[in-house]
């Protein structure tokens, strides 16, 4: 992930996780975290690590889409 040098960034989104997702949250320090947790197993081979420490849940609700829950959890960095 490259940004360029004095760039701001207000929005980013990732997709899927691994590599993609620890360059972001080592590169960009974001404020905010919301991620979505689907609760049903999958065959992948790609798996987000542990959130750094100083990053805290403040907030996660649950949907159901088609019959599969969906949790959105909000996290904050302190």
Do not use: K
């Not at 960034?9 to 996780?17: A, K, M, P, S, T």
């Not at 975290?33 to 849940?57: A, G, K, N, Q, W």
């Amino acid at each position: 992930m490259n940004l360029a040098a004095g760039a701001s960034v207000e929005d980013i989104f990732v997709f899927g996780g691994g590599q993609i997702y620890e360059q972001a949250l080592e590169s960009l320090i974001p404020d905010e975290l919301l991620i979505s947790v689907i609760d049903e197993v999958f065959e992948c081979d790609t798996f987000l690590s542990e959130l750094p420490e100083p990053y805290v849940l403040r907030r996660s609700t649950e949907q159901i889409y088609h019959g599969t829950r969906v949790f959105h959890e909000q996290y904050e960095r302190l």
